[in-house]
């Protein structure tokens, strides 16, 4: 079989069913998301196309598995786990993305942040790396997921929700916007408070997981407790791939900024699960807006006089 029936063939296979390969300019965020998560390999393929993808996208299947040091059938691997059907997919993004930074419209990746950077540069660096990472948020949130999780939350009971460090704050932000408008929510960050309260609930209740590396034993827990008694749960992660996704009814995929030395992953991850947990809190205001409004109203007017000059 010549190399060019192999990319024929390989490059015509059924992805993921009911999936649609996501666009060019989705592809980079794709990366940047599902890279930590691949095999070493993996990673090369996918780091290369990101990398050069005019230069990729005129490679055969053959041609990138030699420049990546790896095998035709991890290419393929890759291009199916990024979301397209097969190389030829990959090819044809890869040839759209590269139009798109030709014309100016995908800025170039900025360096991490030094140790001896002047505080100008650390602002412009910061705010590059936020705006990139809530398009790569955007880019890559399943929709269907996410309206899923907003019927949930607007008919539960009762809301859980579990996080801890970084994501612990996240919780409390969600649980703080969801009782202004009138719903019942806590967040957790206490591991055995979790589980107890994990415990009482049921079908009709909601438990939130929230947790960049999809792994964290003190966040699975709860959520496996919720999960087995009958509550719907959705994991906010980073890794869709991760140990959380086992007991998840919903998952809602987020992004980060590049790690440095100086800004772990578990710190600017926060920035995508925020703008999650605003995608989940505005939804679910809209769908309860008859009762989420006059409560929202009253709240407000209930701590106005606080803001006031007298309330001080």
Partial sequence: MTNEVKEIFIGTQAGPAGEAPPAPAALAAKVRTLAPSMT????????????????CAALTVTGLA????TSEATVVRTARLLGYPGYRDLRLALAGLAAQQQSGRAPAVTADIAVDDPIADVVAKLAYDEQQTLADTAANLDTVQLSAAVG????AR??????????GLVGQDLAQKLLRIGLIAQAHSD?????????????GDVAIAITHSGSTGDIIEPLRV???????TVAITGRP????SQYADHVLTTSTARESELRPAAMSSRTSQLLVVDCLFIGVAQRTYETAAPALAASYEALAHRHSPRGR
Avoid: C, K, W
């Fill in 191 to 203: 591991p055995h408070l979790a589980v107890t309260n994990a415990v009482q609930l049921r079908s």
């Fill in 241 to 244: 791939d991760g140990p959380v």
């Fill in 40 to 55: 070493r390999s993996m990673q090369r393929v996918a780091e290369a196309v990101a990398a050069d993808p005019a230069g």
């Fill in 152 to 155: 949930a939350l607007a008919a």
């Fill in 226 to 232: 919720a999960f087995d008694h009958g509550a719907t």
């Fill in 66 to 69: 030699e420049l990546t040091g």
């Fill in 158 to 167: 009762r809301i859980d929700i579990y996080g801890v460090g970084a994501s």
